[in-house]
């Protein structure tokens, strides 16, 4: 690995641009848990930020493309991974939600494909979906994904079956992939993964050199098998790989036995706080799982009204969700404040009548969080949704993040520390709508996994 022009250090093992914020999170908590130094930026740091985290050898890059159009990724998407790019990491991850629910007009994973691929100059872009850490499967490039203790095909899953922009109803990969792109693809199984020629079959699988390899993971040997091809086979073909945190589970293995890097460190307990804020967009049925059982111990609720949260009187709607915010810290109790109180709450189809207005939800409870954190002096607070929280950290000058305490009993929603601004120090969690257990505000409340 080559040091960075004018900088002196070596590279990082791999950079990473995460979707939205929650799935940017979960690959570090991945990374670090693990023992790779990881730091995440919420923006195209300065060389005085990066510098302060010269040691990473993970850097990542928290992005919002999950929710953008094809349009905006040629512009922004194409910057970030150039960015990222100039960090001369040994591969470049875009990170997708390990459920991959996209479509051709929102968050199209192909587009983000073809543009990663021509900036790396890729021959072919490998594809990891699959991370049984946090409950997800690929066989045969059939997607499944965990809920509620059950194993789900993922066009059969309760929740991301029905998921309000982005609905799973074609749980093959590849078939999903081709409505979003035309470049050619192939899949490596997992009955070539463990049978007795691995390298006939990963030679058949690219024999007609396709654009894009998915790699099956379904269990413990079809991930380490899928990360010592990715790293020892795959590199040559392309530093520029897609899919979930799954892709760095995969790696992990292979870099250990390489003695790239060492043993996993332990983390302690951060120890309960009296107070904490939460914040959800979320419509969930796990969320709202999350926030009544929060009601039940010691929270308060406050009801947003969301098409008052993005409407031309928006910021009446903010002011009133910080009043009765700080009023409720005043009591000695935690607010959660919530635009929806699960799926017989969704307002979709209305907010979807107005441009841009699921972005100006999370803007507008990212300006509440960051009244109550600053004026109540909270030391600790949640994120609930992750196009929620990918919008709603943009508004509260947070401009890096690294991780603090890893959550193995909810895996992809860690507590991580904010670094820069105003919010300084502040222990903060991001959490998926579908992601975590009934009590994850009261576990984070009381800093213990």
């Known amino acids: 690995m080559r040091p960075l022009p004018g900088v002196g250090y070596d590279p990082p093992l791999i950079s990473y641009y995460g979707d939205d914020f929650t799935g940017s999170t979960d690959v570090m908590e991945a990374l670090a848990s693990n023992g790779v130094d990881t730091v995440l930026f919420l923006k195209k740091p300065g060389g005085e930020l990066v510098e302060r985290f010269r040691q990473a050898r993970a850097m990542g890059l928290a992005g919002t493309s999950r929710s953008e159009s094809p349009d905006w990724m040629d512009v922004h998407l194409s910057d970030a991974l150039r960015w990222l790019g100039g960090l001369d990491a040994e591969l470049c991850h875009y990170k997708v939600c390990s459920t991959f629910d996209s479509s051709p007009g929102f968050g199209n994973i192909g587009k983000a494909i073809e543009i990663g691929a021509n900036i790396f100059g890729n021959r072919t872009t490998s594809l990891i979906v699959g991370a049984p850490q946090i409950r997800r499967y690929t066989a045969f490039g059939q997607l499944f994904a965990a809920y509620q203790g059950r194993n789900y095909r993922i066009d059969r899953h309760p929740v991301m079956s029905r998921h309000p922009v982005t609905p799973m109803d074609e749980a093959d990969i590849l078939l999903h992939l081709a409505r979003q792109t035309k470049l050619s693809s192939a899949l490596l199984d997992c009955a070539g993964l463990t049978g007795p020629d691995v390298g006939g079959a990963l030679g058949a699988a690219l024999a007609d050199d396709p654009a894009i390899l998915l790699i099956d993971v379904l269990d413990s040997g079809t991930q380490a098998a899928a990360g010592q091809i990715l790293w020892n086979a795959l590199r040559d073909r392309g530093r520029f790989v897609c899919g979930s945190s799954g892709v760095e589970y995969a790696l992990i293995e292979a870099w250990r036995q390489e003695g790239l890097i060492g043993a996993k460190p332990g983390f302690e307990p951060v120890g309960p706080v009296e107070q904490i804020a939460v914040v959800s967009g979320s419509v969930s049925p796990t969320t709202e799982r ?157 800093g213990r996994p």
Do not use: W
Not at 296 to 318: I, K, Q, R, S
Not at 362 to 372: D, S
């Open 290 to 446: 999350q926030i009544r059982h929060a009601l039940a111990h010691g929270f308060e609720a406050v009801a947003l009204d969301p098409l008052h949260l993005t409407g031309d009187n928006a910021e009446n709607e903010v002011e009133r969700g910080v009043v009765a915010g700080l009023e409720i810290l005043s009591r000695g109790a935690s607010p959660v404040i919530f635009t929806a109180l699960g799926p017989s709450a969704d307002r979709g189809s209305e907010i979807d009548m107005r441009e841009g207005a699921r972005h100006r939800i999370g803007r507008g409870l990212g300006k509440i969080q960051k009244r109550l954190l600053g004026e109540a002096k909270l030391r600790r607070a949640v994120v609930a949704g992750g196009d929620t929280s990918s919008h709603a950290l943009g508004e509260m000058g947070i401009e890096a993040l690294t991780l603090t305490m890893p959550l193995p009993q909810t895996p992809g929603s860690p507590l991580c520390t904010a670094h820069g601004g105003a919010l300084d120090g502040l222990q903060i969690a991001l959490k998926g709508g579908q992601v975590g257990g009934d009590d994850y505000f009261s576990m984070i409340r009381a």
